[in-house]
């Protein structure tokens, strides 16, 4: 079955520094989302994105989030100064070709701000 | 905000026997999910339940969406080890694909 990919498995930053974690939706996927889950915590919705633009973001997705998808296959979250509640897991999520169709979750990359 | 509440939160049970896990909201659902998430993974889609009163089985597994859609339920009929993991169920509440997550069922079945 498609997967969708996520790279890094890990990342550990020093607060206040930039992070990218990328993911590679699976190939024919038009609906792209990330979703974070804070040890402990509920999984959260953070942003959805379409047709090369954001369709929805959350409260926590402020100026200090942004996405991209710059080459038509990989989707980036990218974080530009971190913070300590920032850590948390990160999962990238892409659905089909419609809006409801079944989402497919990456395996996250857990992100570590000291 | 949407709150959606699901309980129990812990569930250990012994191989055989049967469980219930609830989710429900206080706002109406247009659709709910319920995923299974493995550790060091990301979830994965069991159902999507769209339709009040709805029944979906899925081998041993039914869902069922209440007639007002703001509550749901997962049984699970002789659970086996394989069925350990995390349940979790998450609604949208309007057009988008906004997904509200509750906080999980860790459920862990012995043999």
């Known amino acids: 079955e498609p997967e969708v990919t996520q790279t890094p498995s890990h990342q550990v930053t020093q607060m206040g520094q930039e992070v990218i974690l990328r993911c590679v939706p699976i190939?024919?996927?038009?609906?792209f989302y990330w979703y974070r889950q804070i040890l402990g915590q509920k999984v959260e919705f953070l942003v959805s994105f379409y047709n090369n633009e954001i369709s929805e973001k959350s409260e926590i997705f402020d100026d200090q989030f942004s996405v991209e998808r710059p080459d038509g296959s990989n989707f980036t979250l990218k974080i530009r100064s971190t913070k300590l509640e920032d850590s948390a897991m990160y999962f990238c999520?892409?659905?089909?070709?419609?809006?409801?169709?079944?989402?497919?979750f990456g395996s996250g990359t857990q992100l570590s701000v000291l | 905000t949407q709150l959606l509440e699901q309980s129990p939160q812990f569930l250990s049970i012994q191989e055989g026997e049967n469980l219930t896990v609830y989710c429900n909201s206080s706002?109406?659902?247009?659709?709910l999910q319920w995923y299974r998430q493995e550790p060091g993974e990301g979830p994965v889609l069991l159902v999507t339940v769209v339709t009040g009163g709805e029944v979906k089985k899925l081998k041993r597994l039914t869902f069922q969406f209440g007639d007002a859609r703001k509550d749901s339920s997962l049984h699970i009929t002789a659970a086996q080890p394989g069925d350990t993991g995390l349940y979790l169920c998450?609604?949208?509440?309007?057009?988008?694909?906004?997904?509200?997550f509750g906080g999980g069922t860790r459920l862990m079945v012995k043999p």
């Open positions: 190939s024919n996927h038009l609906y």
């Open positions: 998450a609604g949208k509440y309007n057009a988008g694909n906004m997904l509200t």
């Open positions: 706002s109406v659902f247009s659709s």
């Open positions: 999520a892409s659905g089909g070709t419609s809006l409801g169709e079944k989402l497919f």
